[in-house]
């Protein structure tokens, strides 16, 4: 069978044999390299989704942590005001039970019940002060898991890109054929 291509100005068998040769190669090169490409791009889909998980596994659980935090913060401070509490009432009542009356027990009294107070507002501020930290580390943790699956979306992103598209590989044949062409004439 003769594989010339009188149109092309290719005449002889090897000639034409060699163009053709040179461009099936060519296109079969260009479709190996496009499925290599799309299944690196599924391998890196398929990685991100579980680095994806693994990152809203983790960003849960510092949540849980900062929350319990948070809880054992409130409750620890719910407790030592309990205890601020009875400590000032039995400080009034040794007041009351020392039999002393007048200014003095007035003003002892009102000593007291400013102490208790101030106690009380101390752990007040403390603990609004926990609570805008809490909100500062939660919207940390949101920002640390947004971040990471940013990341991951544009490796996705970055890795479908690099599949040449069928026109690219067409395009890549024929210039190659062309380059064959011009070199066998």
């Not at 290599?36 to 599924?42: C, G, K, L, Y």
């Not at 983790?58 to 409750?75: D, F, H, N, P």
């Not at 699956?149 to 062309?178: E, H, K, V």
């Amino acid at each position: 069978m003769c594989v010339a291509i009188p149109a092309l100005g290719l005449t002889t068998k090897l000639a034409g044999g060699l163009f053709l040769g040179s461009l099936g190669l060519s296109a079969a090169t260009g479709l190996a390299q496009k499925s290599a490409a799309e299944t690196a791009a599924n391998q890196t889909y398929q990685s991100s989704l579980i680095a994806n998980q693994s990152a809203e596994d983790a960003k849960r659980l510092q949540q849980e942590a900062l929350s319990e935090q948070k809880s054992e913060t409130e409750k620890s401070a719910a407790q030592d005001m309990f205890a601020k509490n009875i400590e000032a009432l039995q400080a009034r009542g040794r007041v009351i039970a020392s039999e002393r009356s007048g200014l003095t027990v007035d003003l002892l009294l009102a000593d007291q019940e400013r102490q208790a107070a101030n106690y009380r507002e101390s752990v007040n501020q403390s603990l609004e002060s926990a609570r805008r930290q809490y909100t500062r580390n939660i919207e940390g943790t949101e920002s640390q898991f947004l971040n990471r699956r940013n990341q991951l979306t544009s490796n996705i992103n970055t890795a479908y890109n690099q599949i040449p598209s069928l026109g690219s590989i067409l395009l890549n044949t024929a210039t190659t054929g062309l380059t064959s062409l011009v070199a066998l004439s």
